[in-house]
Nanobody
């Protein structure tokens, strides 16, 4: 059973930074993709970023390019999302997700993944 434990959310002022962590377990395939998604109150879910565990290819939503960086530590089964220059519109619940299929990163960001974490809340406010 694939599981995720997310951490790192909290309250930050505009322009500040946060780093989210996602510890993954239970993948049976050597090839999988892990991503971060967010959902703000009253809005649809948005794919933020994802990374392949095998070759490290990364994908980003246009709304976060240049501000967010996704990375992985395979030895720790952990994926990170470094979020800089945060804006109030980044406020949302952030979810870690994973998938063992072979879709592209852009596909995953648009359509989602098979396995989901419970989320961590990020609030950007002064």
């Amino acid at each position: 059973q694939v599981q995720f434990v997310e951490s790192g959310g909290g309250l930050v002022q505009p322009g500040g930074s946060l780093r989210l962590s996602c510890v993954a377990s239970g993948f049976t395939s050597a090839y999988y993709t892990i991503g971060w998604y967010r959902q703000a109150p009253g809005k649809e879910r948005e794919g933020v970023s994802c990374i392949s565990n095998s070759d490290g290819m990364t994908y980003y939503a246009d709304s976060v390019k240049g501000r967010f960086t996704i990375s992985r530590d395979n030895a720790k089964n952990t994926v990170y999302l470094q979020m800089n220059s945060l804006k109030p519109e980044d406020t949302a619940a952030y979810y870690c997700a994973g998938d063992e299929n072979y879709y592209t990163g852009d596909w995953y960001l648009r359509y989602g993944m098979d396995h989901w974490g419970k989320g961590t809340l990020v609030t950007v406010s002064s």
